[in-house]
């Protein structure tokens, strides 16, 4: 079925033209003033006769008073990963958060490996800096259940999605943890693919000072661990 697409080019200049089509050449073209009523009618009365041996000139004349066009673009956004193991890590610690558009953060806990064969205990240290939609402070009891081995998903980089919903005089958090990008601290530079894979949910309870009662943050975050026993 026929219809009307409509391209416009925007930001040429005779500079642009000259540099990139050297051999154009500047034409003026002459007006055309549009044919009067008995005109329109004569040529469409001379085509319709054309028209009844030609299919051809049938199909150009639909063209006339084409039925409006519906362009979409339609494009796919491939799901994210999600980590599967049999290896577990649970941390369970205290974090403290303040934020004013941009974020930091300080956690830090006991974590607990399903580690074979009698599983590994240790301590663990993070800071993360990022950005919340909000304004304010709070601190207290964060929980995360990651879905491979302490070494591998919680020390390190991560990235921290994290939404918090005010509830009386406490904030509850509730966070997915995705696996960082390699980068360079200075210049910031990729250094190599990534492809997101989630690796973790967590969750916190804070009480503190807080302008909204619904905050949405990015949060990448570095985190230590040390083995005790």
């Known amino acids: 079925m026929p219809g009307q697409v409509t391209v416009t080019f925007r ?9 990139n089509l050297p051999r154009s050449v500047r034409t003026q073209i002459p007006r055309a003033s549009s044919p009067g009523p008995i005109e329109e009618s004569l040529l469409r009365a001379g085509l319709n006769a054309a028209a009844v041996g030609s299919p051809r000139v049938a199909s150009l004349l639909s063209l006339i008073a084409p039925p409006p066009a519906i362009m979409r ?9 999600i980590r599967t193991t049999p290896e577990f890590t649970i941390a369970v610690g205290y974090v403290a958060q303040a ?12 974590y607990y490996w399903n580690k074979r064969p009698s ?8 800071v993360s800096v990022g950005a919340l939609t909000n304004i304010g402070f709070g601190a207290g009891d964060s929980f995360a259940y990651m879905f ?3 070494p591998t998903v919680l020390a390190g980089d991560l990235i921290g999605l994290e939404v918090d919903v ?6 509850v958090g509730g966070q997915l943890f995705l696996t960082a990008p390699p980068v360079t601290i200075w210049p910031p530079a ?17 009480a503190g000072i807080s302008v909204s009662p619904v905050a949405i943050g990015v949060m990448p975050s570095r985190t230590w661990i040390r083995p005790v026993f």
Request: aromatic share 6%; hydrophobic share 45%.
């Open 73 to 81: 673009i339609v494009g796919t956004v491939s799901s994210l990963r």
């Open 148 to 150: 491979d081995a302490a």
């Open 190 to 206: 990729l250094t190599g693919p990534w492809v997101p894979e989630i690796v973790g949910v967590g969750f916190t309870v804070t």
């Open 166 to 171: 005010e509830l009386g005089p406490v904030t």
């Open 99 to 110: 934020a004013a558009g941009i974020a930091a953060g300080l956690g830090g806990g006991v």
């Open 11 to 19: 930001g040429f200049t005779d500079q642009n033209v000259a540099a």
């Open 119 to 126: 599983g590994e205990v240790g301590l663990f240290g993070s």
